[in-house]
């Protein structure tokens, strides 16, 4: 039943000693057992969503969304090395890279991996066998994503986290069917310089 099942995860759940909440940054550890240990509900959501996560193959360090209705706590890792925005967005670096930066309105080449909070993988560019490419600061990209490759440098490879409020517009035109929580797995490859160009009453943007 699901006492027995709370029991059952209580040991895995003790293997969060260490983890982070994206919710209000300060999320400690301590209160992370706590919740679960007085929360059994929650206790059997982290079960259920670890076994999603194991049945999608979830990359390695991907944290686990705890959905209560509308609101979700993420949890990552023990000993990983997410680091948490003020806007609630969650990166981790994979490789830091030492190219160049790409600024505002910078053309950008990357490859991608997008995935759900269950872990499953949903688009990217292994679809398509090629790189994406997009000019940041003309709304191409969702806002979290442009803000997580504005702090890469070329060669750098960063998971990032996005909540709903920095997320992907949702509806049948999208993949995306209702607002959580999106996982973009980035690298970063190339960086074109962009200027603005002004022609009579027009401008476009020009990249080297």
């Given at each position: 039943?699901?006492?027995?099942?709370?029991?059952?995860?209580?040991?895995?759940?003790?293997?969060?000693?260490?983890?982070?909440?994206?919710?209000?940054?300060?999320?400690?550890?301590?209160?992370?057992?706590?919740?679960?240990?007085?929360?059994?509900?929650?206790?059997?959501?982290?079960?259920?969503?670890?076994?999603?996560?194991?049945?999608?193959?979830?990359?390695?360090?991907?944290?686990?969304?705890?959905?209560?209705?509308?609101?979700?706590?993420?949890?990552?890792?023990?000993?990983?090395?997410?680091?948490?925005?003020k806007d609630?967005?969650?990166?981790?670096?994979?490789?830091?890279?030492?190219?160049?930066r790409p600024?505002?309105?910078?053309?950008?080449?990357?490859?991608?991996?997008?995935?759900?909070?269950?872990?499953?993988?949903?688009?990217?560019?292994?679809?398509?066998?090629?790189?994406?490419?997009?000019?940041?600061?003309?709304?191409?990209?969702?806002?979290?994503?442009?803000?997580?490759?504005?702090?890469?440098?070329?060669?750098?490879?960063?998971?990032?986290?996005?909540?709903?409020?920095?997320?992907?517009?949702?509806?049948?035109?999208?993949?995306?069917?209702?607002?959580?929580?999106?996982?973009?797995?980035?690298?970063?490859?190339?960086?074109?310089k962009c200027?603005?160009?002004?022609?009579?009453?027009?401008?476009?943007?020009?990249?080297?």
């Amino acid at each position: 039943g699901a006492g027995a099942a709370g029991a059952a995860g209580a040991a895995e759940a003790a293997s969060l000693e260490g983890a982070a909440l994206s919710q209000g940054a300060e999320g400690a550890a301590e209160e992370v057992l706590d919740d679960f240990f007085a929360d059994e509900r929650m206790l059997l959501e982290y079960n259920r969503a670890r076994r999603m996560q194991a049945i999608n193959d979830a990359p390695l360090d991907f944290p686990t969304f705890l959905r209560d209705g509308f609101e979700a706590t993420v949890v990552t890792p023990p000993d990983s090395n997410y680091v948490a925005s003020k806007d609630g967005m969650l990166t981790l670096d994979f490789e830091l890279g030492d190219g160049t930066r790409p600024g505002p309105n910078d053309e950008i080449v990357f490859n991608y991996t997008v995935y759900n909070e269950a872990g499953k993988k949903i688009d990217g560019t292994y679809k398509q066998n090629e790189p994406a490419q997009s000019v940041l600061g003309l709304g191409a990209l969702i806002p979290g994503v442009e803000e997580g490759i504005l702090g890469m440098n070329v060669g750098g490879r960063r998971r990032i986290v996005c909540p709903p409020e920095l997320g992907p517009p949702v509806g049948p035109q999208t993949f995306f069917m209702s607002r959580q929580y999106e996982v973009f797995d980035v690298e970063l490859l190339e960086v074109h310089k962009c200027r603005t160009e002004r022609v009579l009453f027009t401008q476009r943007e020009v990249c080297e």
